[in-house]
Nanobody
Framework: EVQLVESGGGLVQAGGSLRLSCAAS????????IGWFREAPDKERKGVSC????????YYTDSVKGRFTISSDNAKNTVYLQMDNLKPEDTAVYYC????????????WGQGTQVTVSS
């Protein structure tokens, strides 16, 4: 059974940092891509960042480039999202999912973790 469990969310002031973790199980971690998404109140869920398991390629949406860093620890089957210089507009529920960074669907999702950035 595929499972994804996010952690690391919380309340932080603008300019602060958080590190989200996505612990994965139930599939060959190295063979898949993991994406981070976020959903703000009354807005659509959008992709934030993605890492390709096989070659480590990374992708970021423009609004987080230079502030967020995605990484993976294959020994721990965990993907991280380091978020620095956080802004109030980063406030959202953050989800990780298994899928394809370069196309295809994301078929398995975690339960989400809340990130709130105060001004």
């Amino acid at each position: 059974e595929v499972q994804l469990v996010e952690s690391g969310g919380g309340l932080v002031q603008a300019g602060g940092s958080l590190r989200l973790s996505c612990a994965a199980s139930g599939f060959a971690f190295d063979d898949y891509s993991i994406g981070w998404f976020r959903e703000a109140p009354d807005k659509e869920r959008k992709g934030v960042s993605c890492i390709v398991g096989r070659d480590g390629s990374t992708y970021y949406t423009d609004s987080v480039k230079g502030r967020f860093t995605i990484s993976s620890d294959n020994a721990k089957n965990t993907v991280y999202l380091q978020m620095d210089n956080l802004k109030p507009e980063d406030t959202a529920v953050y989800y990780c999912a298994v899928g394809g960074c370069r196309g295809g669907s994301f078929d398995y999702w975690g339960q989400g973790t809340q990130v709130t950035v105060s001004s």
